[in-house]
């Protein structure tokens, strides 16, 4: 941490030990910029969160225990003045206008460089919304294009991909693998391959718990 008054408290959360360093390492060594912290898990992130009261936090949408927007949602819901950027892989539009509805005031890609990171923290800090510039492209021409036929918010499980959702349905419905491959013209290998993604993302151990988060969700009654 830094005394110094006027620089930028940032919180930086993501799984990826180097990943999160190196930012952490970029804020240092920005004049206006300190990290106070850092997380490894979406639970760390609320826990640093109300420990530390940054002004703005990096957060990471993939991450172990509770992901990114589900941790973003919890502190905001306590410390709305905190300012919070998602800071991702993930290019999928269910992603991004889920991370806007939950609060989100920037969005970087994490091949973004380290002047655009600086300029969204600066942004977002002094009370603006910056998304990066290959995002905000995307923004303007799905507006366009006639915006959200179903409100963003009741997208479940944003970290999937469209096919692991497609799967994830037939699974909290019973249908075995062979049916899946059956079903969608795909090989019963690329089915479980899909399955192991899904059950990484959502954090269980094996199908039964993941059909029980799919019907949480309401995903398995969407379908009888």
Do not use: W
Not at 6 to 23: K, M, S
Not at 68 to 75: K, L, P, R, T
Not at 129 to 150: C, E, K, M, Y
């Amino acid at each position: 941490m830094s005394d110094n008054e006027g620089q930028i408290r940032v919180l930086v959360a993501d799984d990826h030990t180097l990943f999160r360093e190196g930012v952490m390492t970029m804020l240092e060594n920005s004049p206006d910029t300190v990290p106070v912290g850092g997380a490894g898990t979406g639970a760390q992130a609320v826990e640093q969160a109300a420990e530390l009261q940054p002004d703005v936090i990096l957060m990471d949408i993939m991450m172990p225990e509770m992901n990114g927007i589900e941790a973003m949602s919890a502190i905001l819901s306590d410390h709305p003045q905190i300012r919070i950027v998602m800071l991702t892989m993930l290019e999928d539009d269910d992603s991004l206008f889920t991370a806007m509805c939950a609060g989100a005031r920037g969005y970087i890609l994490k091949g973004a460089d380290r002047d655009e990171m600086l300029r969204t923290i600066r942004a977002v800090d002094g009370g603006e919304a910056l998304f990066g510039g290959p995002i905000a492209d995307r923004i303007s021409g799905f507006f366009r294009n006639g915006g959200l036929a179903t409100p963003v918010h009741s997208t479940p499980f944003p970290d999937l991909t469209e096919r692991e959702r497609e799967i994830l349905e037939l699974i909290s419905v019973g249908r075995s693998n062979r049916e899946i491959a059956d079903g969608l013209f795909i090989s019963t290998k690329t089915v479980s391959n899909h399955i192991t993604n899904i059950f990484e993302k959502l954090q269980v151990a094996d199908r039964s718990q993941a059909i029980v988060k799919a019907r949480e969700a309401g995903i398995g009654e969407r379908m009888n």
